[in-house]
């Protein structure tokens, strides 16, 4: 692979000097603090227009939703699933999220879906598809442009991406478009990467285990 980048190597450093106990210890609780203790490093984001906090229908109650507008007039519509490891709030994904909204000059409309291990699979994916068929229904009513919404996604969050646009597409009414990143697509723990960047790089290939596990209620060994 190529050289990691002197900042993120710098940043990797000071996650290897803190001690860390074993995975299997890992609480929900424990994952969602060290999320937080990290906010430091996250710079102040421009001015937008306007953020709103909404409140819609969800899978299983109401599910908060907050919207993040740029600039005043219509905006393409992105539906925004955050990372997390599916049980990592969006406490940590508001700054970049303006910068995303910002820079990307779209309407970032982003839920809270529901959290592991309290709410398990398909809790955070039966959620994140309320979100999308709402967004589709209520996109004109947020002064969105006339465009089809699309869906994005990051870490487990591009897990919830994918599953989305697999389902608005079998149904006809496919996203115009899907970004998603670094994905959380490999519950099986199989691809090459678990073993290429398994240590080193801030987050272990065992933790990514514990994540999924967490999520879909699994714990052991993989097959690999």
């Not at 925004?80 to 700054?95: C, M, N, Q, W």
């Not at 990143?181 to 490999?186: C, E, F, R």
């Not at 090459?192 to 990514?208: N, Q, T």
Request: proline fraction near 8%; hydrophobic fraction near 40%.
């Amino acid at each position: 692979m190529t050289e990691v980048d002197p900042e993120v190597r710098a940043l990797l450093d000071r996650w290897a000097a803190i001690p860390a106990g074993p995975v299997h210890e890992l609480t929900a609780q424990a994952v969602r603090e060290d999320d937080l203790a990290v906010l430091d490093l996250q710079r102040a984001p421009g001015e937008l227009h306007s953020i709103e906090d909404l409140e819609i229908p969800g899978a299983a109650g109401t599910l908060p939703v907050r919207v993040y507008r740029p600039r005043r007039e219509r905006l393409h519509p992105v539906l925004f699933l955050h990372g997390g490891g599916f049980v990592i709030d969006r406490g940590g994904y508001d700054a970049p999220l303006r910068e995303l909204a910002l820079a990307s000059r779209c309407l970032i409309v982003s839920p809270e879906c529901r959290r592991a291990p309290e709410h398990p699979f398909p809790a955070a994916a039966d959620d994140a598809l309320a979100a999308a068929r709402w967004l589709n229904a209520e996109a004109s009513a947020l002064d969105a442009s006339h465009t089809l919404p699309a869906v994005a996604g990051d870490s487990s969050g591009g897990n919830l991406a994918a599953t989305v646009t697999h389902v608005l597409a079998r149904e006809g009414a496919p996203p115009s478009f899907q970004v998603l990143v670094y994905p959380m697509l490999d519950a099986t723990a199989n691809s090459a990467s678990y073993d290429e960047f398994a240590e080193g790089y801030g987050f272990s290939s065992e933790k990514s285990r514990w994540y999924f596990g967490t999520y879909c209620r699994f714990r052991g060994s993989f097959t690999t």
